[in-house]
């Protein structure tokens, strides 16, 4: 089990950029570097939806069509921590977004969680 934290969250305006942060706690980082992290997202009112993944190693990622080429996911598995960069940002990007890991990508790209942590609002105004 991994316990992650996700931070970087705030209020921006359309076309700006933020950069999210999943933090695995000291006692999860050698499980965490073994894991594939993904990025999910929860409007108010609407189901929690896949963002991005990303494999242990870092060089294989999946981007939710609806945020291709403005997020950018990636992982530092030195310091325990996947990051989402969000460009371009726009007001229907506004969600909490969370993070959560498993050993397999297949399961992080099809939400295959029971539980999550608390998240970081992002909110995007026009």
């Known amino acids: 089990q991994v316990h992650l934290v996700e931070s970087g969250g705030g209020m921006v305006q359309a076309g700006g950029s933020l950069r999210l942060s999943c933090a695995a706690s000291?006692?999860?980082?050698?499980?965490?570097?073994?894991?594939?992290v993904g990025w999910f997202r929860q409007a108010p009112g609407k189901e929690r939806e896949f963002v991005a993944a990303?494999?242990?190693?870092?060089?294989?990622?999946v981007h939710a069509d609806s945020v291709s080429g403005r997020f950018i996911i990636s992982r530092d598995n030195a310091k325990n921590t996947v990051y989402l960069q969000m460009n371009n940002l726009k007001v229907e990007d506004t969600a909490v977004y969370y993070c959560?890991?498993?050993?397999?990508?297949?399961?992080?790209?099809?939400?295959?969680?029971?539980?999550w942590g608390q998240g970081t609002q992002v909110t995007v105004s026009s």
């Open positions: 959560n890991a498993d050993p397999k990508m297949g399961t992080v790209v099809a939400v295959g969680f029971a539980s």
């Open positions: 000291a006692a999860s980082g050698r499980t965490f570097s073994s894991y594939a």
């Open positions: 990303i494999n242990w190693s870092g060089d294989n990622t």
